[in-house]
């Protein structure tokens, strides 16, 4: 048998989510034009999130690998690009019927969603990017947004 790796590092893959949300439906529109300026749009706006989820664990000796790159697509494909790319989240998605569809509760579901699908411990780091200056980064418990 080959000695077990003690290294432990991270991994992360990078893919893009064109998505429509519109504003928060318990709010006057009065109140959501103050409270989103000019992302504010009964009809909702456009977004191109670009999503990097970074997974951690021990590389295997064998592989050489903290996981099979092959397989983390495959999850996010699941996880992100089916139930979000492409879609209006506040009418496509159910999930966002009732949580208002910023970038912060984004992050959260795609979190949630992969959670479920990784291997227990595996998931480290969603990290949302709105645009260059707007970012979200959930672990889990803890949301840090960087503007």
């Not at 529109?29 to 021990?58: A, M, Q, S, W």
């Amino acid at each position: 048998a080959l000695p077990r790796s003690a290294h432990h590092e991270r991994l992360s893959w990078i893919l893009t989510c064109r998505v429509c949300i519109s504003h928060s439906k318990s709010l006057s529109d009065e109140e959501n034009l103050k409270l989103f300026g000019k992302c504010n749009n009964p009809n909702g706006h456009g977004h191109n999130y670009k999503v990097i989820v970074t997974v951690r664990g021990e590389i295997d000796p064998v592989s050489g690998m903290v996981m099979n790159l092959t397989d983390l697509k495959e999850y996010m494909q699941e996880a992100i690009m089916e139930p979000l790319d492409h879609k209006n989240l506040d009418k496509d998605v159910p999930y966002f019927a009732e949580v208002v569809s910023t970038t912060e509760n984004v992050a959260v579901f795609i979190w949630e969603n992969l959670k479920k699908l990784l291997p227990v411990g595996t998931l480290y780091k969603v990290k949302v990017y709105e645009t260059d200056q707007n970012i979200v980064i959930y672990k889990g418990e803890e949301t840090i947004s960087e503007k």
